[in-house]
Structure formats: C-alpha cells, structure tokens
C-alpha cells in the first residue's frame, strides 16, 4: 500500500472549529495532558488540505445528530497525520516499555518512524508489544500492577483514543466523570454535594465493584463497543491490545480479561464498559421503577447512588449485583453499604433511636452530615483516614531515599509535595486535616534531619531556627467546592 509523503506539507494551523480542549490553556480540568503548546503540537493538515481537529469533530458532529450511528470506517483515520499529533501529545520523561526505547529515542528519525508504524498499521502486521509490569505502592502495605507500554503502543493507543473520544463523548452521561475531558475530581465532589444540598436524598448507596480494571470481559467489551463501531479493523486492533500480554520479571504472561492499567486506552475503554453496564442501566431501567427520587455519580469505577426512598435503595442494591454479574463483575460486600444520609438524616436518626449518621468515603474524603453557623445542614468532607495514611506513609519513604540529597534540593521538592497535597485536598471545611497533615510532614522533616545530623537528634529550636529560614507551605483551602456546585447549575441553565 502506497501513502502519500505528506509530512513536509505539514504546517501550523489554527482552526476556527478547534475544540476548547485543544486550545492553550485548556488542556482540561481532569487530567493534564502533561505538554506544554509549543508551535509545533498546532493541527497538523491532511493531504486534502483538512486538519486533524476538523476531521475529528466531524465524526464527533456525526455521533451526536444520530445516537443510533453505527461507524464502520474509524479505521482510516488511522492517518500518518494523526499519528504525528498523537506522538506530539505524548507524555515525556516516562520510563521505557519491554524494547527500551525512549520518547527521545523514537524522535529522532520520527518521519521514518511514522511511515513504518502507518505501512504496518494497514498493511495488519503491526502488533502491540506485551506491557512491562510493575507494581507500585499503595503506600497502605499494598500495591497495584501498573503496565508500561512501549512508546510506539502508546503512539497507537493515543490516536485511537483521539478517534473514539469524539463518539463517546457524546454518549456518556452528564454524571459520568472520571478519564473524562475537562472533568475533575472536584467537579464530580461539586456536583455530588450539590445533589445531596439541593436534592431529595435521604438514602446513600456505597458500592465497590471487586478489581474492576482486571475482572472486566474483554469479550463483553468488544460487544459493547460494536453498539457504535462496526469496522472490523479497528475492533481487532483494539482486540490485540487486550491481548498482548505482560512481561512480568521476564516472563511472558497472558491476559485473557481485564485491561492493562496505566495504558493510555484503558480508561476510555472501561468508561464504555461502565456506561453500559452501569450507566445506561440506571438510567433507562433502573429509575423508571423507582418510587421516589435518585440519582448516580460516577467516577471511574467509584460510584455512589443517592435516593430519596429507603426501599428504592435497597431494591437497587439488590439487583446491581446481579446486573454486574453478568458483566463478570462482582460487588465487594464488605466494602458496599446503605446509610440514612442527607439534609434530615440527624432528625431521622434521633427519631429512629440510630445515633448518628453513618459516613461515606468518595474520591480520597470522608463524607459526613454537619452543620452551617446558622445551624442548618451542610455535606462536610475530610481527607479520609486511609488517604491520610497512605499520603504520610509516601512522605516517610520520600525521605527515607532523600538521605543522601542535599537539603538544599531537597527542601523545594518537599514543598513541591505539600502545595500538591493542598491542591486536592484544599476544599471547604477541610482545614483541620490539611493542619494535620503538615504537622505530621513537619515532624517527618525533622526526623529526617536529625538521622543527617552528627548528633542524631534535632531539638525543636534548632529545627525552627531551620525553618525559618526554610520555611515550609502553609496549607491553603484552593477550592471552593460550594461555588463549583452553584456556577455548575447555573451556567447549566442557560
């Protein structure tokens, strides 16, 4: 197959139908795309003189004038133009997959690079290599596999996201959040403490769905993602990505379920695994039967359902077991309840004799009923106590390799840390566990300091003294979750 030598035609574009995500300083809420816009990550133009962007918002304009659009040519997409963009948006400074070769590496004969990858590509001997497996802490004594992909995969899996994004994104429900453009975690907490503040909600469903990322069905996958894509060779590339396989100390390992986590394509794979099974079910079967009010959010695989009726939630509990069941999903039980929750739930509580309301953890906070000044309700959030745990016991092993560092590079790192802390963890009412925090990082540090010491030991006047002239951050409450909430519903009105 013969392609055309289109990439000395490339040139920087600026299109009028530019998605707001592609331009500067809108690379998303939710997730940073980790480069900055120099002139040449500008749309590349295609041979018949359309840009990448152009191209992609027209199937994104396809999928949304007809939900029932089934695409069956995605696969030529696939041009040796957007593989120059996707290469573009590529993380740098990552570590190397199975074949050792680094982002700088593939970069420096790239155009050779891309026309290979595009003659394999369509050609159908292009095969993704198994991901190198790692396991990263948890810092809770746990960990969790983490797959490398090489740069070349990444390449692949990016371009391919670019091209679905532009149909599911049409299809996922407005509270759906998580791997999502220009969504975040604090806009999903927004929107949740609004249902709770402003919604009839008397009941909270917590459920956990038991390994998501590595139980789900690839086969179920590839059927529900035929719903919306009929081209065979899209579909079976996708197919050789579920099926490469992990390195793991050498050794070849299959995988027969699940997705690789840390791979590019994985969440937008499970988000349309999760849309279907979950989602989609709520929505057109679910709510219809339901007595009262309710609603669902979702974040990745962390969801909570809201209810204004007791029976609507155990009724729902009762069937989202069986309904992820015949996803091969299963509900983690000790980790599911249902608790009285929501703006009467204290007057409930002392009516019914069950003492306080009960909790619930959602995106790194605990979750608990409160009280303004004037005394009314108000949804309050903490940094979780295992959050709180697992950031502190990273710290502890931060230091623990920093022995050799000079504290004077070593001392901006830290407060690199902490000011990243603070901007998630910063929200209303949060402010005693973000004092918390640094006073334990404080002691950490000084802890530190006194293993460096000849003495062994740091008094606290000395260690003042220290940072003094060192000082640590301060915490600061960055966002306001409240304001979020209400700018949400009101540009939503519009």
Same mark, same amino acid.
């Given at each position: 197959?013969?392609?055309?030598?289109? #990439?000395?035609?490339?040139?920087?574009?600026?299109?009028?139908?530019?998605?707001?995500?592609?331009?500067?300083?809108?690379?998303?809420?939710?997730?940073?795309?980790? =480069?900055?816009?120099?002139?040449?990550l500008a749309p590349p133009v295609l041979s018949d003189g359309t840009s990448v962007i152009i191209r992609l918002d027209r199937t994104s304009q396809r999928a949304?004038?007809?939900?029932?659009?089934?695409?069956?040519?995605? !696969?030529?997409?696939?041009?040796?133009?957007?593989?120059?963009?996707?290469?573009?948006?590529?993380?740098?400074?990552?570590?190397?997959?199975?074949?050792?070769?680094?982002?700088?590496?593939?970069?420096?004969?790239? +155009?050779?690079?891309? %026309? #290979?990858?595009?003659? %394999?590509?369509?050609?159908?001997?292009?095969?993704?290599?198994?991901?190198? /497996?790692?396991?990263?802490?948890?810092?809770?004594?746990?960990?969790?596999?983490?797959?490398?992909?090489?740069?070349? #995969?990444?390449?692949?899996? %990016?371009?391919? @996201?670019? =091209?679905?994004?532009?149909?599911?994104?049409?299809?996922?429900?407005? !509270?759906?959040?998580?791997?999502?453009?220009?969504?975040?975690? &604090?806009?999903?907490?927004?929107?949740?403490?609004?249902? *709770?503040?402003?919604?009839?909600?008397n009941w909270i469903s917590d459920a956990d769905i038991k390994g998501f990322f590595d139980n789900l069905s690839q086969s179920s996958l590839v059927d529900l993602?035929?719903?919306?894509?009929?081209?065979?060779?899209?579909?079976?590339? =996708?197919?050789?990505?579920?099926?490469?396989? @992990?390195?793991?100390?050498? $050794? !070849? $390992?299959?995988?027969?379920?699940?997705?690789?986590?840390?791979?590019?394509?994985?969440?937008?794979?499970?988000?349309?695994?999760?849309?279907?099974?979950?989602?989609?079910?709520?929505?057109?079967?679910?709510?219809?039967?339901?007595?009262?009010?309710?609603?669902?959010?979702?974040?990745?695989?962390?969801?909570?359902?809201?209810?204004?009726?007791?029976?609507?939630? @155990?009724?729902?509990?009762?069937?989202?077991?069986?309904?992820?069941?015949?996803?091969s999903l299963s509900v983690a039980e000790e980790k599911t309840k249902l608790l009285r929750f929501g703006r009467f739930a204290s007057r409930d509580s002392q009516?019914?004799?069950?003492?306080?309301?009960?909790?619930?953890?959602?995106?790194?906070?605990? &979750?608990?009923?409160?009280?303004?000044?004037?005394?009314?309700?108000?949804?309050?959030?903490?940094?979780?106590?295992?959050?709180? /745990?697992?950031?502190?016991?990273? *710290?502890?092993?931060?230091? &623990? &390799?920093?022995?050799?560092?000079?504290?004077?590079?070593?001392?901006?790192?830290?407060?690199? +840390?902490?000011?990243?802390?603070?901007?998630?963890?910063?929200?209303?009412?949060?402010?005693?566990?973000?004092?918390?925090?640094?006073?334990?990082?404080?002691?950490?540090?000084?802890?530190?300091?006194?293993?460096?010491?000849? +003495?062994?030991?740091?008094?606290?006047?000395?260690?003042?003294?220290?940072?003094?002239?060192?000082?640590?951050?301060?915490?600061?409450?960055?966002?306001?979750? =409240?304001?979020?909430? /209400?700018?949400? %519903?009101?540009?939503?009105?519009?």
């Amino acid at each position: 197959m013969t392609f055309r030598e289109s #990439d000395d035609r490339i040139v920087p574009l600026r299109s009028e139908s530019q998605s707001e995500s592609d331009k500067p300083g809108n690379a998303g809420v939710g997730k940073a795309v980790g =480069i900055s816009r120099a002139p040449d990550l500008a749309p590349p133009v295609l041979s018949d003189g359309t840009s990448v962007i152009i191209r992609l918002d027209r199937t994104s304009q396809r999928a949304e004038a007809d939900p029932e659009a089934v695409f069956n040519n995605l !696969f030529s997409m696939l041009t040796y133009e957007l593989l120059w963009y996707a290469f573009r948006r590529l993380k740098r400074g990552k570590t190397p997959g199975v074949d050792n070769v680094t982002l700088e590496d593939y970069e420096q004969d790239l +155009k050779a690079n891309l %026309r #290979d990858l595009l003659e %394999r590509l369509h050609r159908g001997s292009y095969r993704p290599k198994p991901s190198l /497996r790692k396991n990263i802490s948890k810092g809770n004594g746990k960990t969790r596999p983490l797959g490398i992909a090489c740069v070349e #995969d990444k390449l692949v899996q %990016r371009a391919i @996201v670019m =091209i679905l994004e532009k149909i599911y994104e049409v299809d996922f429900y407005d !509270f759906s959040y998580g791997y999502r453009p220009r969504r975040s975690c &604090h806009e999903a907490l927004a929107t949740l403490g609004g249902i *709770i503040a402003t919604q009839k909600v008397n009941w909270i469903s917590d459920a956990d769905i038991k390994g998501f990322f590595d139980n789900l069905s690839q086969s179920s996958l590839v059927d529900l993602l035929r719903k919306r894509i009929s081209d065979p060779k899209l579909l079976r590339l =996708i197919e050789r990505f579920l099926k490469a396989g @992990v390195m793991i100390d050498g $050794q !070849f $390992q299959a995988t027969e379920d699940g997705v690789p986590q840390g791979a590019s394509l994985s969440p937008l794979l499970a988000n349309v695994y999760l849309h279907y099974v979950l989602d989609e079910w709520f929505e057109q079967e679910v709510r219809p039967k339901l007595k009262g009010e309710s609603h669902l959010l979702r974040f990745a695989d962390d969801f909570i359902a809201c209810f204004e009726v007791e029976s609507d939630a @155990v009724r729902y509990q009762a069937v989202l077991s069986k309904r992820l069941a015949r996803f091969s999903l299963s509900v983690a039980e000790e980790k599911t309840k249902l608790l009285r929750f929501g703006r009467f739930a204290s007057r409930d509580s002392q009516r019914f004799g069950e003492g306080a309301p009960g909790t619930f953890d959602f995106l790194g906070f605990t &979750h608990y009923c409160g009280q303004s000044r004037a005394g009314k309700f108000k949804l309050k959030r903490k940094t979780s106590g295992k959050k709180m /745990r697992v950031k502190l016991t990273e *710290i502890r092993l931060w230091f &623990h &390799h920093q022995l050799s560092t000079p504290v004077g590079e070593m001392w901006p790192t830290l407060n690199a +840390k902490l000011r990243g802390h603070y901007q998630y963890y910063g929200i209303n009412d949060n402010w005693p566990l973000l004092m918390a925090y640094r006073s334990e990082v404080r002691r950490l540090a000084k802890r530190h300091l006194g293993r460096r010491s000849q +003495k062994s030991y740091v008094s606290w006047t000395d260690f003042t003294g220290f940072t003094d002239l060192h000082p640590l951050v301060n915490p600061k409450c960055l966002t306001d979750l =409240i304001a979020m909430d /209400r700018e949400r %519903r009101s540009t939503k009105g519009k």
